[in-house]
């Protein structure tokens, strides 16, 4: 299964990139809003995979709040998918814990799902399914 993105948590899209895309040779795509996480995001091409910037539009957003315990850094693990329904279906009868019970509208209009961290060793991973 490939790695998607990396999903990094910033308090500030336009003070974060700079830092990225110098030293990697790239530019961010223009940001974008995704209403039902309260975040505004911008990718950056790190080779196979991408890096997603996410700066929270709210301050009761789960990233407002992982940011205000753990401060700017690594925010989750993306993995993509061919149906993130099926793969919903096969964590939970597994027994992981999901957040995601149903998958939802993401970045890019692609259809995602998270599993609670407490099931990846407490990383947050996050289901993508479709192309970039």
């Known amino acids: 299964m490939p790695v998607d993105h990396l999903g990094i948590a910033v308090r500030s899209l336009a003070e974060a990139l700079p830092r990225w895309e110098g030293p990697l040779g790239a530019t961010a795509s223009p940001p974008e809003v995704v209403d039902s996480q309260r975040v505004r995001i911008a990718f950056l091409d790190a080779g196979s995979t991408h890096l997603e910037f996410l700066e929270p539009t709210a301050p009761d957003s ?71």
């Open 62 to 132: 789960p990233v407002a709040k992982f940011l205000e315990t753990r401060g700017e850094g690594l925010h989750h693990l993306a993995f993509a998918v061919p149906n993130v329904d099926r793969k919903l279906a096969e964590l939970d009868s597994a027994g992981y814990r999901l957040i995601d019970r149903v998958a939802r509208t993401g970045a890019r209009g692609r259809r995602i799902a998270f599993c609670h961290p407490s099931a990846f060793d407490g990383v947050l991973v996050e289901f993508v399914e479709g192309e970039p």
